[in-house]
Nanobody, 115 residues
Framework: QVQVMESGGGLVQSGGSLTLSCSTSGIIFSQYIMEWYREAPGNLREYVAEIRPRNYTKYIPSVKGRFTISRDNALNTVYLQMKRLKPEDTAEYYC?????????WGQGTQVTVSS
């Protein structure tokens, strides 16, 4: 059974930092593309960043330079380090694991940035 579980969300002031974690089980983690998405109230779910098996990373422009995605294949975990947070970063953050036609989502973790 595949499990994808996010943690680390919370309430932080504008300019602050948070690190999200996404732990997985039931997959060969090192072979999967790992992505972070976010969904703010009233908005569609938005792609944020990805890290591929060989550690290629990609970010949307609004978070580049502030967010860092990384993975630990020994712990089957992907991280999203978020710095200089802004109120517009407030959203439910979701972890997504994909390989070919296999796709798994976590339940999300809430990040709220107060102004």
């Amino acid at each position: 059974q595949v499990q994808v579980m996010e943690s680390g969300g919370g309430l932080v002031q504008s300019g602050g930092s948070l690190t999200l974690s996404c732990s997985t089980s039931g997959i060969i983690f090192s072979q999967y593309i790992m992505e972070w998405y976010r969904e703010a109230p009233g908005n569609l779910r938005e792609y944020v960043a990805e890290i591929r098996p060989r550690n290629y990373t990609k970010y949307i422009p609004s978070v580049k330079g502030r967010f860092t995605i990384s993975r630990d294949n020994a712990l089957n975990t992907v991280y999203l380090q978020m710095k200089r947070l802004k109120p517009e970063d407030t959203a439910e953050y979701y972890c997504h694991a994909s390989k070919g036609d296999r796709s798994y989502w976590g339940q999300g973790t809430q990040v709220t940035v107060s102004s």
